[in-house]
Every structure is written in C-alpha cells, then in structure tokens.
C-alpha cells in the first residue's frame, strides 16, 4: 500500500526537538490535537488563534495524527511529563 504523504508536516531536530510540526511554524501537530480533540475547538475556530494558517494545513496535522496516533500520543505525553501546566 502506498504511504500517505503529508505535504503541510515535517520534523526537524532543530524545531520543536524534532517533534512533527506544521511545515514553515513553530507550530506542533500535538497542539492542533490538544485544541480541536481534546478542547473541542473546531478546525475553522483554530484559525482564530492562528491566523496565519491554513485550514488544509490543520487539516493535514489532524491527518498526520491519525495515520501516527501512537507517535503523537506519545509526544503528548512527553510534553505533559516536562510541563504539566501546559495542554500539550
């Protein structure tokens, strides 16, 4: 089966420790799934707090953690255990 490419993600080990992040941000997949799967913010509503994004890109991190649900799961525990008081 062919591999399902996510043209809006990439890792870089130099950005957000290499954590998945929307190509071109700061911006980590694990966030756009903490606001819209575990806050319930809606993809449309997410462009609120980051304007500078598109829908297709949200889309596409929610995209990339549904084909990579234990990575992401995973990352989101990392993050948790290092900050507690953030979401992610």
């Known amino acids: 089966m062919p591999q399902v490419l996510h043209p809006h993600i990439i890792s870089d080990r130099a950005v957000c420790g290499g954590s998945p992040i929307i190509k071109g941000t700061r911006i980590a997949v694990r966030t756009v799934v903490a606001y819209v799967l575990q806050h319930g913010v809606s993809p449309e509503d997410l462009l609120g707090y980051y304007p500078h994004l598109s829908l297709a890109q949200i889309y596409d991190a929610l995209s990339y953690y549904y084909d990579n ?3 992401i799961d995973a ?8 900050d507690p008081s953030e979401p992610t």
Not at 75 to 82: E, F, K, P, V, W
């Open 75 to 82: 990352d989101i525990a990392t993050n948790r255990a290092l």
């Open 69 to 71: 649900r234990a990575e």
